[in-house]
């Protein structure tokens, strides 16, 4: 039973992981790399929409995955009864 539960805590664990690495490359690789030219068409203080992307945009959503990872996580602690005091 505790193997089982183990298991389960470690494959919602990898699924919340993979759906973070997938928003952080689609973001980093996506906007700043592959859809640059397009986004670069809107303009924003003077500065091209793609330019934004690469340099405050990624930033940005990796701290945005990073407190949602911890959120997430603290609610996968809870759901397997493993919350810290």
């Not at 919340?16 to 973001?27: E, F, H, R, T």
């Amino acid at each position: 039973m505790i193997s089982d539960k183990k298991a389960a805590y470690w494959k919602k664990n990898l699924q919340i992981v993979l759906y973070c690495l997938i928003v952080w490359a689609a973001v980093s690789l996506g906007c700043s790399v592959i859809f640059v030219e397009q986004l670069n068409t809107i303009v924003i203080r003077g500065l091209p929409l793609g330019f934004w992307f690469a340099q405050q945009g990624s930033i940005i959503t990796f701290i945005v995955i990073i407190f949602y990872y911890a959120w997430r996580m603290s609610k996968l602690d809870k759901e397997f009864g493993l919350e810290e005091a």
